[in-house]
């Protein structure tokens, strides 16, 4: 009797990984993108990310202590995401009360009404991003000219809303390309757009650090970015003069903001890698609809919003086999 068996709960499997851990990886991630947005925009740019940053903290440790009455987490990392990522969809040039409502919303109705970290159905970051695109359209929307573009102006529009009011105004494909940048301004970043979504490498580079980290797996990144480029090259070779090319729908816009860095969120994303291709293949399809039919020129944030909530569902119907199960 003195050599009992003892058999601990699960699980059995154990990491050094922590919260905290995978949190600050996120954020060393998003450096290249961030310091790009700095050297196109400026200081501006860095006035958005430090006013998001400082105010997605306050209010998850203010509404924690007081409201909640629970230990703040503002230290795991999860809140300075929620700032950079915050600051990553909006304009350099948006008024700083702007930004605190917006963190506000994506902290305190995209997060810790759900009961935090963990809890949460929606991406925060999109919960607040979203709230200011409905609530101040103009100023969402109103892009500052990107100081590297050479161009005397105040503000710009991006690729996608060149393309969406052209076709809008029955201008062919061919003549809206002239006013287009090209392939290497957009993977450069030579564009006008919010910080976070004008350099397409500068998020690839994020991503594949946070696959090396394995704080990502490939699944959803691809089947977002390839169910768009798929659709987008269908329609665009049965009417080349009516749809634009897939390299402007993968290269612009915050597609690659949002595959990489936003439809991977952990809590929000399915936990199997069939459920994560099931996801991604519905954002991509839900993007491109709107970007193609819709009324905005972008549908990247709606749609991962839309498949947050179908993420339970998926979880539910694909699930992983059990051990020794048939």
Request: hydrophobic share 70%; aromatic share 14%; net charge positive.
């Given at each position: 009797m003195s050599k009992i068996l003892t058999v601990s709960p699960s699980p059995h499997i154990h990491s050094d990984d922590t919260t905290s851990k995978i949190m600050y990886r996120v954020v060393y991630a998003m450096i290249p993108a961030l310091a790009w947005s700095v050297f196109v925009f400026g200081l501006d740019a860095l006035r958005v990310t430090l006013i998001a940053v400082a105010a997605c903290l306050a209010f998850e440790y203010l509404i924690q202590k007081y409201l909640m009455k629970v230990k703040p987490t503002v230290t795991d990392g999860s809140a300075l995401i929620t700032g950079i990522l915050m600051a990553f969809n909006v304009p350099a040039n948006i008024p700083w009360w702007i930004i605190v409502i917006g963190s506000l919303a994506a902290v305190g109705i995209g997060k810790l009404s759900f009961g935090g970290l963990g809890s949460n159905i929606f991406n925060p970051a999109l919960v607040g991003r979203v709230f200011l695109l409905i609530s101040f359209p103009v100023q969402m929307t109103s892009w500052p000219v990107n100081s590297r573009s050479g161009i005397d102006a105040v503000t710009s529009a991006t690729p996608l809303g060149i393309i969406k009011e052209g076709i809008t105004n029955g201008t062919p494909i061919s003549e809206i390309s002239a006013n287009l940048p090209s392939a290497m301004d957009m993977l450069f970043g030579n564009i006008g757009g919010s910080l976070g979504e004008i350099s397409a490498l500068m998020l690839i580079l994020g991503g594949i650090y946070?696959?090396?980290?394995?704080?990502?797996?490939?699944?959803?990144?691809?089947?977002?970015?390839?169910?768009?480029?798929?659709?987008?090259?269908?329609?665009?070779?049965i009417d080349p003069e009516t749809y634009i090319n897939p390299v402007y729908h993968i290269l612009t816009g915050g597609l690659m903001l949002g595959a990489i860095y936003m439809a991977t969120d952990m809590v929000t994303s399915p936990m199997t890698s069939k459920g994560q291709f099931i996801y991604g293949i519905g954002i991509g399809l839900i993007t491109i609809s709107i970007r193609l039919f819709g009324a905005y020129p972008e549908g990247i944030s709606f749609a991962i919003l839309i498949m947050n909530a179908f993420t339970p569902l998926i979880n539910y119907y694909v699930k992983p086999k059990r051990f020794g199960g048939k």
């Open positions: 946070m696959l090396w980290k394995k704080v990502i797996t490939w699944h959803v990144p691809v089947s977002v970015i390839g169910s768009v480029a798929l659709i987008s090259a269908i329609f665009w070779m």
